[in-house]
């Protein structure tokens, strides 16, 4: 996540209510795989777009079928929405097409 949105990530929460401790480690994990994947070429930023916009639509299939509350289906959306701008904000530097889509292999 660009250090200027990470302000704009810690939201306070209500005494007694935290966030699942799981569900953080897990999105913070997946997050940082995707902007490393992203800073060693591996990805370009639109296709980790598209990777956090599948993820978007997946949740709202899942949850819609398994009846999930709206709020906590938001709640969800809203996360995946900010690691979706977080990527927005870093730019894109576009790889040449005669570079490798994975460099190290060669090597």
């Known amino acids: ?62 949850a819609t079928a398994a009846g999930e509350s709206i709020g906590r289906m938001e709640e969800s959306l809203g996360l995946l929405k900010r690691m979706t701008a977080s990527f927005e904000s870093d730019g894109t530097t576009p790889r040449p097409a005669t570079e490798p889509h994975f460099p190290r292999l060669g090597e």
Not at 7 to 21: F, K, N, Q, Y
Not at 33 to 41: K, M, Q, R, S
């Open 1 to 62: 996540m660009a250090a200027d949105h990470f302000d704009e990530a810690i939201r306070p929460v209500a005494l007694g209510v935290e966030p699942d401790a799981h569900g953080q480690a897990a999105l913070l994990l997946a997050e940082s795989i995707l902007h490393a994947l992203v800073d060693t070429a591996v990805l370009t930023n639109a296709e980790a777009i598209e990777v956090v916009t599948a993820a978007t639509d997946v949740k709202r299939e899942v």
